[in-house]
């Protein structure tokens, strides 16, 4: 017995189920229908109560196909012309100017799809156009996002956790922007690089991320360095992966190399750097003018440079082994970057002998205090252009971080190792 015959034997018996007057009657009927079908008793019960055997189901009209593809490629072709209007504005411009425009030579059309043209309804237009204007959309949006060529990926490497952090000289680099709580307009950009085996730190601060700005930086960085440079490696943004860093790497015969996209894991002692020695030290402000710029600079290119490489320590992870659950790490003695740059063979005696002498005419109490001097003074230019109205004004964000920090706190001052979000915790 198939569905449609016990539907209908269910159809019958539904009409004597209504009208038995006791409980013992239907459940004579539901034990016969279940007999007979093998259907379950909790399923058949709900059936029979709530199933309308008499609504039948509608049938769909074969609609002619009035506006066929010829009529849809002049009214896409007409769409265009006149900046891609919605049906209803879309309408009156049908009445009036194809006829016109058939004159002018824009188009070809024949007398049938003219008129066919003259009489089609707003909602049509929009049903016949939904498609293209989905792919209008996704343009523009991909249009935004300045995407690396297909060519140049292909070109450049992958690489994920194979590296030796024995060899000198390969810079894990990657952007961290100033935006504040708004990407729009132009803002600075800290271009920040580590090298992998010692961990010396640069970074470089930059307007925006044009592509040229950044190449200029990442020579910067590298004419800082007291070692050779012997390749890249960058996540996937276009202002690392392009014609002029990709060149610039074949002529000076330096390896280039890549993450994957959307994994941050693949450049983990960058993004590590970019909170311990950015964040940590500049916040979350938006910062976007020139005067803010070379204060960045002027940090980055002389006492926090020198202290992080030369004061702070880094481990290096020698191995890691899971035991059940968990993983147990094991780390070698904590080191600066200064320290295995000179335990280092591939380092020249001149170079090595050079940066003792720059090691033993540095203070690091009087870094510490140059360090927060600057950073209260890039504070107090970051309120000043915010009071002029300089930045961009969150009037109505009531919960900014600024607004969170107790009257009378010196957010940079004698605070190197913490975030603004640690004062705004203090201040909640």
Same mark, same amino acid.
């Given at each position: ?96 100017? &194809? ?94 690089? &580590? ?10 601060? $930059? ?33 690392? $992966? ?187």
């Amino acid at each position: 017995m198939d569905m449609h015959t016990k539907n209908q034997y269910l159809q019958v018996l539904q009409d004597r189920y209504f009208m038995a007057k006791t409980k013992k009657e239907k459940s004579s009927i539901l034990d016969e229908y279940c007999r007979n079908t093998g259907q379950k008793r909790k399923y058949v019960v709900r059936k029979i109560n709530h199933y309308n055997f008499s609504l039948k189901k509608k049938r769909k009209r074969n609609k002619s196909n009035i506006y066929n593809l010829d009529v849809v490629i002049q009214l896409i072709k007409l769409w265009e012309i006149f900046d891609y209007p919605c049906g209803q504005r879309l309408v009156p411009l049908l009445k009036s100017e &194809v006829e016109r425009l058939r004159d002018l030579k824009e188009i070809s059309v024949s007398d049938e799809v003219l008129e066919k043209l003259k009489k089609i309804s707003p909602d049509t237009i929009n049903r016949k156009l939904r498609k293209k204007k989905e792919e209008l959309i996704l343009f523009l949006q991909n249009k935004k996002r300045i995407k690396p060529s297909s060519v140049l990926l292909r070109k450049i490497p992958i690489k994920v956790c194979d590296w030796n952090i024995l060899k000198l000289g390969y810079i894990a680099m990657d952007l961290v922007i100033h935006c504040g709580y708004s990407s729009s307009g132009l803002y600075i950009c800290s271009l920040n690089t &580590v090298e992998i085996s010692t961990g010396w730190w640069e970074a470089e601060a $930059i307007m925006g991320k044009r592509q040229v700005s950044t190449f200029e930086a990442l020579k910067n960085t590298h004419s800082r360095r007291p070692f050779k440079t012997k390749g890249y490696h960058s996540d996937n943004d276009a202002s690392f $992966i392009n014609d002029i860093l990709f060149r610039y790497c074949q002529e000076n015969e330096l390896e280039f190399s890549r993450s994957r996209p959307n994994k941050k894991n693949d450049n983990p002692y960058v993004e590590q750097k970019n909170y311990t020695h950015v964040r940590k030290i500049l916040g979350y402000f938006r910062y976007d003018t020139e005067e803010e710029l070379e204060i960045i600079n002027s940090l980055y290119r002389n006492e926090l440079r020198l202290y992080r490489n030369f004061f702070c320590p880094v481990m290096k992870l020698i191995k890691k082994e899971r035991i059940g659950s968990k993983i147990k790490k094991e780390y070698d003695n904590p080191k600066t970057p200064y320290q295995r740059v000179m335990e280092s063979s591939e380092v020249s005696q001149k170079t090595k002998k050079e940066l003792k002498k720059i090691y033993l005419g540095l203070n690091p109490a009087e870094l510490k205090r140059k360090i927060d001097q600057k950073l209260n003074k890039l504070y107090e230019v970051y309120q000043r252009s915010k009071n002029e109205g300089k930045k961009l004004d969150f009037s109505n964000f009531s919960d900014t971080i600024e607004q969170k920090v107790p009257p009378g706190l010196e957010i940079f001052e004698n605070r190197l190792h913490q975030t603004l979000v640690d004062a705004r915790s203090q201040g909640g």
